[in-house]
T-cell receptor
Framework: SAVISQKPSRDICQRGTSLTIQCQVDSQVTMMFWYRQQPGQSLTLIATANQGSEATYESGFVIDKFPISRPNLTFSTLTVSNMSPEDSSIYLC?????????????FGEGSWLTVV | ELKVEQNPLFLSMQEGKNYTIYCNYSTTSDRLYWYRQDPGKSLESLFVLLSNGAVKQEGRLMASLDTKARLSTLHITAAVHDLSATYFCAVDTSGGTYKYIFGTGTRLKVLA
């Protein structure tokens, strides 16, 4: 399975600032995704990171708030813009190696953001 | 809108006991996944269920899928303390594109 690394692992951010989270996979993957997990809650899909094109956002998430890049098949970034305390969450990068039978998606360790 | 609900949300059980976690989903899907999350950690893939009647077992955990009933179960046999974690099911909503909708999660605590 792919190994997914995220940076930063934790951060405390000031209200109104922006933070970019990096996600590096140790092998080329076809699909990359960003999820949010608010404290004590389940995971919510933010967007699919598309290589070389604009990300595909889920309902309730917009590009201005969560710009995403994916310049190649192993790397993606998520920016949380103009942060407020409601953005305090774990942000998880995930990836799938392909669309074959039995494939699943794997998760990075997460980036724990606290907005003060 | 696809909904994925787990039951129970919280489960406290004694070591050595058996129990089942249920995952119900509201639309057609034949791909269901189970994950484990330890406190302060990310998600670990447990099972991939890809067809009606699929059953997978690993150690004390066994997962099954009934696509007609839109139900998956995660059965715990003779629980041990190390199984304490939060368990999530996830449904692939769009025929293998890996856009998962996650269940509400079941927080399991096994008491020694």
């Amino acid at each position: 399975s792919a190994v997914i690394s995220q940076k930063p692992s934790r951060d405390i951010c000031q209200r109104g600032t922006s933070l970019t989270i990096q996600c590096q996979v140790d092998s080329q993957v076809t699909m990359m995704f960003w999820y949010r997990q608010q404290p004590g809650q389940s995971l919510t899909l933010i967007a699919t990171a598309n290589q070389g094109s604009e990300a595909t956002y889920e309902s309730g998430f917009v590009i201005d708030k969560f710009p995403i890049s994916r310049p190649n098949l192993t790397f993606s970034t998520l920016t949380v813009s103009n942060m407020s305390p409601e953005d305090s969450s774990i942000y998880l990068c995930s990836a799938s190696e392909g669309q074959g039978i039995g494939n699943t998606i794997y998760f990075g360790e997460g980036s724990w953001l606290t907005v003060v | 809108e696809l909904k994925v609900e787990q039951n129970p949300l919280f489960l406290s059980m004694q070591e050595g006991k058996n129990y089942t976690i249920y995952c119900n989903y509201s639309t057609t899907s034949d791909r269901l996944y189970w994950y484990r999350q330890d406190p302060g950690k990310s998600l670990e893939s447990l099972f991939v269920l890809l067809s009606n009647g699929a059953v997978k077992q690993e150690g004390r955990l066994m997962a099954s899928l009934d696509t007609k009933a839109r139900l998956s179960t995660l059965h715990i046999t003779a629980a041990v303390h190390d199984l304490s974690a939060t368990y999530f099911c996830a449904v692939d909503t769009s025929g293998g594109t890996y856009k998962y909708i996650f269940g509400t999660g079941t927080r399991l605590k096994v008491l020694a």
